[in-house]
């Protein structure tokens, strides 16, 4: 993977809030926030699609981000993955559009169904290939909580109108509200 350039304007995320430590039972993701990069999104639950490839949300709704509904759920034991676009053809930049700014100590909160916040401090991010995707990395088995947020990345294909990599976004628990 490449690591990404970083920006030194972006501002960076406060201190995580007293939290609650013990993973959290399963309860759907409604919304997440990541403040060092101005995220503040609805999640709608999406599965597989066509292919048995990951669905993301309508290029329509591109502030939208999605949580991959076989996997787990923010705060539960395992991995639990957010998707978003980077950008789209009509609004311009979209939900994650400054997902590869995102630095290590980073904080990302995902609110839940349960009226419970998982809250996350982002480990890495790193480019990768499309050819070359971490599965393992990004669905693989975690006894704690993990996250990880996808988004398009990398250079444009404009025969195929798609991006050739994945930014990717990986972070670890550190509670609940």
């Known amino acids: 993977p490449r690591q990404l350039r970083f920006h030194p304007a972006v501002p960076r995320s406060q201190p995580a809030p007293a939290l609650k430590t013990a993973p959290l039972g399963r309860s759907l993701p409604v919304g997440v926030r990541v403040p ?13 699609g066509w ?6 949300p ?19 034991p395992g991995a639990a993955v957010l998707f978003g676009h980077v950008d789209s053809a009509v609004t ?41 995707f971490p599965s393992y990395r990004v669905y693989g088995y975690s006894s704690r909580p993990v996250l990880r947020l996808i988004t398009c990345g990398g250079d444009f294909d404009a025969h195929t109108h798609l991006y050739l990599d994945r930014t990717i976004a990986f972070a670890s628990y550190l509670g609940h509200e």
């Open 36 to 48: 060092a990069i101005g995220v503040d999104a609805r999640v709608i639950p999406l599965g597989l």
């Open 51 to 56: 292919g048995d490839t990951v669905q993301v």
């Open 58 to 76: 309508s290029l329509s709704t591109p502030m939208l981000a999605s949580w991959f509904d076989q996997g787990a759920t923010p705060g539960q």
């Open 92 to 132: 311009g930049p979209a939900v994650f559009y400054q997902l590869g700014n995102l630095r290590p100590g980073d904080l990302v909160y995902v609110t839940r169904a349960d009226h419970r916040t998982a809250v996350f401090r982002v480990n890495s991010v790193a480019l990768f290939s499309q050819w070359d």
